[in-house]
């Protein structure tokens, strides 16, 4: 039984070989910024503390419609159909 090398050539090699390159290349980017090292002053930190409330804003609103939505679909499940909504019984019998 023979077995199979790792070789450049195959398709799943080469995709080994891009991802080590790539991760060497990302080392820099991949630095934290000043930030997340908790550096209290800076223009970065001014802009990521915006930033992070105006996302979390953004969220509570698509929340918060969710929730109206979500009550105004219970509310109107619970109110009686007005008169002429409802299903008459009627004795279909007579119109035979």
Excluded: N
């Amino acid at each position: 039984m023979k077995t199979k090398r790792f070789s450049i050539s195959s398709s799943a090699g080469r995709a080994a070989a891009f991802c080590v390159v790539a991760s060497l290349f990302a080392v820099e980017q991949a630095s934290a910024c000043p930030f997340c090292y908790g550096a209290k002053d800076g223009k970065s930190t001014e802009h990521m503390a915006v930033a992070i409330w105006f996302l979390f804003g953004a969220i509570m609103a698509v929340m918060s419609g969710i929730g109206a939505f979500s009550y105004h679909l219970w509310r109107m499940s619970h109110t009686p159909l007005q008169p002429h909504q409802e299903i008459a019984e009627e004795d279909l019998d007579k119109y035979v």
